[in-house]
């Protein structure tokens, strides 16, 4: 499964458009990205998935760059109930895909 | 609608004692997934199971077992505990006619804090 690089922590304005960005240059293609978020000590929670073509669900939206070695979620408007720890995943299929550090994002009122 | 739902919701063993999870997948979901969460780190996959059969396995140490039942269930048993062992276990499931097709996703549940003291 492909590798993925996110920054380790963002702030966001409540209210605004947090955009969180992954780096995934290894993947291949056949692999999907997925993103979770897992809010303090809950279970992960599924947000949104796209292979290559732009997706957008009532949480999120996914841009996946052309040659979709990057990645954005953008959460269109942040609440506080945002904070919580992003994750990027690109795999083939099954969760065996290790979770990585994740994205620490703090929405502020 | 119905989620994934973990047995119990915390323990407290002492080490040496035996313990056992359950997972109770969303209905129609054949595909079970079980993740260990130590303090301040990232989920760890150790087992998945379809159709009652293992299918994938990950970190899971040769004292933990698990399986998955007729009705779709899984228990996760974990003997010789160590303080390490100390916790949180999450179970999530899938759908069966997406298994290990790209394009589907995993539902979790609340998870399992487990201590050891």
């Known amino acids: 499964d492909a590798k993925t690089t996110q920054p380790p922590s963002m702030d966001c304005a409540e209210g605004r458009a947090a955009n969180l960005p992954c780096n995934h240059s290894?993947?291949?293609?056949?692999?999907?990205v997925y993103w979770y978020r897992q809010i303090h000590s809950q279970g992960p929670q599924y947000i949104i998935h796209g292979l290559k073509n732009n997706e957008t669900n009532e949480m999120a939206s996914l841009i996946i760059t052309e040659d979709r070695k990057s990645s954005t979620l953008i959460l269109p408007h942040a609440t506080l109930r945002d904070t919580a720890v992003y994750y990027c995943i690109v795999n083939t299929g099954g969760f065996k895909t290790i979770f990585g550090a994740g994205t620490r994002l703090f929405v502020k009122a | 609608a119905a989620g994934v739902i973990q047995s119990p919701r915390h323990l407290i063993k002492e080490k040496r004692e035996t313990a056992t999870l359950k997972c109770y997948p969303i209905p129609r979901h054949d595909t079970v997934y079980w993740y260990q969460q130590g303090p301040g780190q990232d989920p760890q996959f150790l087992i998945s199971f379809y159709e009652k059969m293992q299918s994938d396995k990950g970190s899971i140490p040769d004292r933990f077992s698990a399986q998955q039942f007729s009705d779709y269930h899984s228990e996760l048993n974990m003997s010789s505990l160590e303080l390490g062992d100390s916790a949180l276990y999450f179970c999530?499931?899938?759908?069966?006619?997406?298994?290990?097709?790209?394009?589907?996703?995993?539902?979790f549940g609340q998870g399992t804090r487990l201590t050891v003291v």
């Open positions: 999530a499931s899938s759908g069966s006619e997406h298994f290990r097709v790209q394009n589907t996703e995993a539902f």
């Open positions: 290894t993947i291949s293609g056949n692999e999907y």
